[in-house]
């Protein structure tokens, strides 16, 4: 199958973050994360982790955690994985926390 095909234009992922839920964006989130669209990720996750969303919102703190540190921005990166942590949801605040023990040693060096 030809990639080209494949790719979703930037303004439908736009488009789609604008109008979708927490809960919806945490799952556009990984699509767009699967599709190699890091900027779009990053925008549903944004949008999900900073929602009200006490179910949602810490899962997209995660990944959004991982992303930024993938891309070298390890400040940030602690920031939303420490608010994963905080939530103490019973998911991906402890898995955050593995996360978050990584990412202090990468720092570390």
């Given at each position: 199958?030809?990639?080209?095909?494949?790719?979703?234009?930037q303004?439908?992922?736009?488009?789609?973050?604008?109008?979708?839920?927490?809960?919806?964006?945490?799952?556009?989130?990984?699509?767009?994360?699967?599709?190699?669209?890091?900027n779009?990720?990053?925008?549903?996750w944004?949008?999900?982790?900073?929602?009200?969303?006490?179910?949602?919102?810490?899962?997209?703190?995660?990944?959004?955690g991982?992303?930024?540190?993938?891309?070298?921005?390890p400040?940030?990166?602690?920031?939303?994985l420490?608010?994963?942590?905080?939530?103490?949801?019973?998911?991906?605040?402890?898995?955050?926390?593995v996360?978050?023990?990584?990412?202090?040693?990468?720092?570390?060096?």
């Amino acid at each position: 199958m030809d990639q080209s095909l494949r790719a979703v234009p930037q303004s439908t992922w736009r488009f789609v973050i604008s109008r979708v839920a927490p809960a919806e964006a945490l799952a556009v989130g990984l699509a767009a994360y699967i599709r190699d669209n890091p900027n779009a990720a990053e925008d549903a996750w944004t949008k999900a982790a900073n929602s009200d969303d006490s179910e949602w919102a810490p899962g997209a703190a995660f990944g959004l955690g991982l992303l930024l540190a993938k891309q070298g921005e390890p400040e940030r990166a602690e920031k939303f994985l420490q608010r994963a942590i905080d939530s103490g949801h019973s998911e991906w605040a402890p898995i955050a926390v593995v996360k978050g023990i990584d990412l202090y040693a990468i720092m570390e060096k």
